[in-house]
């Protein structure tokens, strides 16, 4: 049996941006995190960015975000981080980034940061600037870039750090090197699981950190049964119960493999009806009969087939309501509510 090409990095890299952004910035640009007042929190500016870069052509990606921090430096201020994790090369990508980082600066008038994640299997594409020259006017954007193959050798020592992003970072890149290989998936996915517990995470870490490694590391239906199982007798072993109990994970997973078959049988007869009331049973169920009417309302208007099955996955993976209702408007900049395919 072979894995298939169904893997899902987009949504984990977004949950888990919004879940450990310290996390993030201290792992990957640790000359910036200090820098920043964290006791003053932070800020996403999601639906402000897509209305920010809705007109620009842009190549395929996993995530983008725009935060905003305070600064330690001299008299504090405001300071817009942009962040852009890219899935494969785009020669176009440099540009792009400059024309992002000036249009948040037009907007809010304050300085931007940008900060790019390769998330590509090219060694010798390392953008990092934007220049042109012409009459003497002169135009050199650089940004911090961060290449996550450059990782791929260092996958024990990822493993051993404490860092939530290092562990999503070891996911990453062993998800795409068992890519066809379910049963080096499936050994991965338990050494990078267990390396949780054994390093000592906070149960609300292991449980945040394992819902993203179980979204990124996808197995076929026998092992994920086999991985189940044998991930509630290690819980049971080590007196750590965090992950799940086996009628949550068996209830779910069931829930969402046969709706999923459900769907897919509708679509074929052109039941887009049904699609939608699958996707608003996935809801009720995962969030106890609480959908609000502007949820439901989108939804029930929702003519799109594809995205009707990202919606039925969200519903399951989704954190909480307010996580999926953010799926929905990303997805409304793009025209994706209400088009077609």
Known sequence: MIVKDTDDYDSPWKEALELYFKAFMEFFFPEIAPEIDWNKGYQFLDKEFQSIVRDAKIGRRYADKLVKVWSLQGKKFHVMIHIEIQSDKDIDFPRRMYIYNYRIFDKRYLPVTSLAILADEN????????????????????????????????????????????????????????????????????????????????????????????????????????????????????????????????????????????????MEKGMLSEAREMVLEALDIRFSNNVPEDIHKKITALNNRLLLKRLLRSAFHSKDIDGFRKIIQEMEPEGGIGVKP
Not at 143 to 165: A, G, Q, R, S, T
Not at 192 to 202: P, Q, R
Not at 217 to 227: G, I, Q, R, S, V
Request: overall charge positive; hydrophobic content about 40%.
């Open 123 to 266: 060694f010798s594409w390392q953008p990092n600037v934007f220049s042109y020259e012409q009459w003497g006017c002169k135009i050199n954007f650089q940004f911090p870039m961060v290449k996550l193959i450059d990782y791929k050798d260092k996958i024990p020592e990822l493993l051993n750090h404490k860092n939530p992003f290092a562990i999503i970072t070891a996911a990453h890149l062993m998800t795409k090197a068992t890519k066809g290989d379910p049963k080096a998936r499936y050994s991965w996915r338990w050494t990078i699981t267990t390396a949780l517990y054994e390093k000592g995470f906070s149960k609300k870490d292991i449980m945040n950190v394992y819902r993203l490694i179980d979204w990124l590391m996808m197995l076929p239906e026998d092992l994920t049964k086999k991985f189940t199982e044998n991930l509630i007798a290690y819980e049971e072993d080590k007196k750590m119960p965090y992950v799940t109990s086996a009628e949550r994970i068996g209830m779910e997973k069931g829930m969402e493999k046969g709706m999923e078959k459900g769907m897919e049988k509708g």
